[in-house]
């Protein structure tokens, strides 16, 4: 391609992906596929790339950050950007309403009624179309320039589209960022260990004053516009209301909730709807904002100290309010992360009464240095749980340190904290109360032990009612004691036992999977079974060991180490076993020291009851059958063995008392 070719080409595409960004991002209208969408970015940074000569820094390959600049430098708008006066109730809306009307000696005003953006005000710059900078509000009248991260921002068009482009327009809008965006940003900053935000404005503005525009062009920012400031064009822009549908022709976001109102009552009424909608919106609004609408009006009442007559911002109560914090209890959730809760003195955050507030997990409380007895900043968003914000140190005074418990509240067994993992886990597994439920439906799930029919909702019934403690005794219900349950007829009673029955046919590697061992998938228990065969082995696998396995890190290693580690995993597995769960051992199982021997128990064992004997047996790669032939091996006799005996004697079968059964299958080898 030649040059000339290439900037036409350029010049197309950037043309075609500038108008499809409009119907994305600001009629919420996109008409092409995204990988369509794809498709022509990738065709413009393949001609750039051949071409850099051509790129321009308004081209939508730039939105992904430059080079650092070494400090915000100031720029000068070209018109100040004013602040706006409060009210907080109705009776001051009504002063507002009535001082205006006076001064303008008319009967009713026309106003616009907008949400008040709770992120930073910016003003951009467009000359002929072209975005030249974008300013923070600074103090009015000097902001700083923060053009290469607003280019940054999907939203703001770097050239304007659609007729009557101004030659020179200052577009005033705000900076905001959405809950979903905040809270992602907060988790990846949480997990690099990098900083927090206490909320979503100032994730805003601290992503706007970055150095570096390519920290920016990973937040997730938005830009509303709310107005114009310089304005150098052809068509006359007389209310206010046009200004806003003109801003959106040329291809900048304006707040969908912006509505003409022909008077005060109805200015009220908004207010009204938009606070009802607050918790909904995507992002945070601090109130409402009126407007008086024509243009000509609004130049009869200019401003005083830097805040226009003509305007005023209807405030909402705020999301934020002081309170002391009385204690922090510790909440064990299904997966057995430990969460701190805070309990806090009753305080009302916008209109609810708020006494608890998630802390997160223990580092979050370092981060934020939070003690017990601290006065603290709680905050309540939208339907999201209140936290704490932050801690007035200078109120501190008589307070405690939060110490992380070292066993679980809700069963006592040991809590860790694996290096790198900021979570504190309870790992009593399938005995903690507070993961039971949960670990019972893993049990079930259809990769692990498939019990058929046997669902969460019926899992908690069971729990509740005290059926169930463990997985183990699932497989002692009765079916009466199902079919007196909830919804529950003697058929599906009687289809559940089936099930459980069935169930107790299983694999080594379900069984592994269905043990719910954090970090050990399906994947993991079978690569799992297949090298070690038996549960046994599993059992006594070190850590060490684990980790030489492909595929197995060492969090797994440890996790599958330290669940063999505690009595009660062994206890529950040995349950199960007894209850009659088995598996067969595969055909690769020959290396097995018993592999194709036949026994046969008989008489009464004291050493270990038949059950236990008989999976011993199998797991070694034996098999156990009732019948005495000439095909079994050995027959196992306990106290009184009676007839089995008898008949092995007779055809000669090599018979063995339990210290020497013992004996063989703790070496693993035949007498
Ligand atoms: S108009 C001349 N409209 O509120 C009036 N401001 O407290 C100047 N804000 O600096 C502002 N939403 O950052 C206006 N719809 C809206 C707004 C809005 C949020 C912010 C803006 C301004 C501050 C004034």
Known sequence: MQLEQATKKAHALRQLITQYNYQYYVLDAPSIMDHEYDQLMRKLIEIETEFPEII???????RLGVSPVTKLQEVKHLLPMLSLANVFNEDEMHSFDTRIKEELCVETIDF???????????????????LITAATRGDGSLGEDITHNIRTIQEVP????????????????????????FATLNNTQRDKGGKVFANPRNAAAGSLRQLDSRVTAERPLSFFAFGIGDYNGNINLTNHTNILRQLKLWGLPVSSESKRLSNIHECLSYYAKIKTMRSRLPHDIDGVVFKVNEISQQHQLGFVSRAPRWAIAYKFPPLEKITQLLGIEIQVGRTGALTPVARLSPVKVAGVLITNATLHNFDEIKRKDIKIGDWVYVRR???????????????????SEFIMPSFCPACGADVVCQDGEVVYRCIGGLICSAQRTQAIIHFASRKAMNIDGLGSKLIVQLNELGLINTVADLYLLSQEQLSGLDRMGIKSAENLITALEKSKKTTLERFLYAMGIREVGEATALTIAAKYQSITSIEQATTKELKTIPDIGPIT?????????QKYNLEIIQSLILAGVYWETKSDATSLPFCDMVFVLTGSLSIMPRDEAKQRLLMLGGKVTEKVSKKINY?????????????????????????????????????
Not at 56 to 62: D, E, H, K, L, R
Not at 169 to 180: A, D, I, N, P, Q
């Open 635 to 671: 027959v196992i006799y306990g106290q009184n063995p009676g007839s089995k005996y008898e008949r092995a004697i007779e055809l000669g079968i090599k018979t063995l008392n339990e210290e020497s059964f013992m004996k063989m299958i703790e070496k693993k080898v035949e007498p």
């Open 557 to 565: 290693a440890f996790n599958i180490n330290h669940f063999f580690q």
């Open 381 to 399: 968003a939208g339907d999201v749980i209140p936290e704490i914000v932050g801690v007035i140190k200078e109120k501190r005074s008589d307070v």
């Open 112 to 130: 616009s009624g907008e949400t008040k953006l709770d992120g930073l005000a910016v003003n951009i710059l467009y000359k002929n179309g072209l």
């Open 158 to 181: 770097l050239s304007l589209i659609g007729e009557n482009i101004p030659q020179s327009l200052e577009v005033r809008g705000e900076v905001v960022m959405t809950h979903k965006g």
């Open 56 to 62: 321009n820094s308004n081209s939508p390959t730039q």
